[in-house]
């Protein structure tokens, strides 16, 4: 065997054992690189005599072609076996179920669905939402809803104050969305019917209380509403929101620096087995409070209560969400834990209404 037949055996061998294109582009050009075997060897004809350059020319050229041919083949092999193995981790198993479109997989928080079913209740008795911000002033978060100098809400363990600003006042973090209604009232003429939902801030924690929840006012200012009609409109809500066919509730007295008179609402229920069932049973449930807008407030937001009367009312969403879906602690509704929203939250799709039903 010549040298030429043993440096093609080496090359072939090497072109064959290369498991990549790396490696592959490693033989060539140990072999047809600028300083490869086979290029040092062409550089050899140019000091050969005529009849030496027939002699060995083609059998060096042949070499080169023959190590090209292999390098090409080689290189398509490989490139078919990337394919191949590319082929065979993006396959599709046909035989497994679809996946869920995400707007099938999403879920509403049981917060925004109760807000939605609230929404939807009022809209069906005139009533409209109003918005404000989150940060208050005094005047709107206490003054104007006729909470004395010396009230407890007032105080720093019950109510998160910011710093002073520039000018010395001190502004709060809604301790309730009541100044939503002094906003309304200094800015709408009556008559007025709104609700006013959002996130309001005390210093509270444990398993039915958390420093932020969410909460609901009504308010209803014209020349005739009384407290028929707020029984009327309590009433309507519950059974609706409940969905049962009527309840029954229990007004008891009590005070509100905002309204006068005030009452604490209770609602019929029963408590059998552990589970609480409205429109049943022996039992009470307070739920709410409410009470005719007091003449103060009326007077501190521009209205003559000689003229307009009206009547207000308010409760956490945060509560009826639980007592609505049997939802043990309040805690978890803001814990961002995507297996308990699985659980208890709402396909996006099943919006509430009185006509396909509040809860889809």
Not at 144 to 163: Q, V
Not at 217 to 225: F, M, N, Y
Request: proline share 7%; net charge negative; with cysteine.
């Amino acid at each position: 065997m010549t040298d030429l037949d043993t440096l093609e055996g080496d090359l072939l061998a090497q072109v064959a054992a290369a498991s990549d294109e790396a490696a592959l582009d490693g033989v060539r050009v140990a072999a047809l690189g600028k300083k490869g075997s086979v290029s040092e060897l062409l550089k050899t004809l140019g000091a050969m005599t005529p009849d030496e350059r027939k002699v060995r020319g083609p059998l060096i050229n042949g070499l080169r072609d023959r190590v090209q041919g292999a390098l090409g083949a080689r290189r398509e092999a490989l490139a078919e076996a990337a394919l191949s193995a590319r082929l065979s981790a993006e396959r599709i198993d046909v035989t497994l179920p679809v996946r869920e479109a995400p707007e099938v997989r999403g879920r509403i928080h049981p917060i925004s669905q109760v807000m939605d079913e609230i929404a939807a209740i009022f809209a069906a008795m005139g009533f409209s939402v109003a918005e404000g911000p989150d940060i208050e002033t005094d005047d709107y978060n206490f003054t104007a809803l006729n909470f004395p100098p010396g009230h407890p809400a007032r105080e720093m363990h019950d109510t998160f104050f910011l710093a002073p600003d520039r000018n010395g006042q001190r502004k709060v973090l809604r301790t309730h969305t009541s100044p939503v209604q002094i906003r309304t009232m200094r800015s709408k003429a009556p008559p007025i019917r709104v609700i006013c939902p959002g996130r309001t801030y005390r210093h509270d924690s444990d398993q039915t209380h958390t420093p932020m929840f969410h909460q609901v006012e009504g308010l209803v200012i014209d020349k005739t509403a009384n407290i028929a009609n707020l029984k009327w409109v309590l009433e309507e809500f519950c059974r609706t929101f409940f969905e049962v066919e009527a309840v029954k509730m229990r007004f008891r007295p009590s005070f509100f620096p905002f309204t006068e008179p005030s009452a604490e609402v209770d609602i019929q229920c029963s408590r059998k087995g552990g589970e609480i069932r409205f429109g049943e049973g022996t039992d009470w449930l307070e739920i709410l409070g409410c009470g005719m807008v007091h003449p103060n407030v009326l007077r501190n937001c521009g209205l003559d209560p000689d003229s307009v009367q009206g009547f207000a009312f308010g409760m956490g969403i945060d509560r009826i969400a639980m007592l609505k879906y049997g939802m043990p602690d309040l805690r978890p509704f803001f814990e961002a834990d995507a297996r308990w929203l699985d659980h208890y939250g709402f396909r996006p799709l099943d919006i509430p209404s009185l006509v396909s039903g509040l809860t889809g």
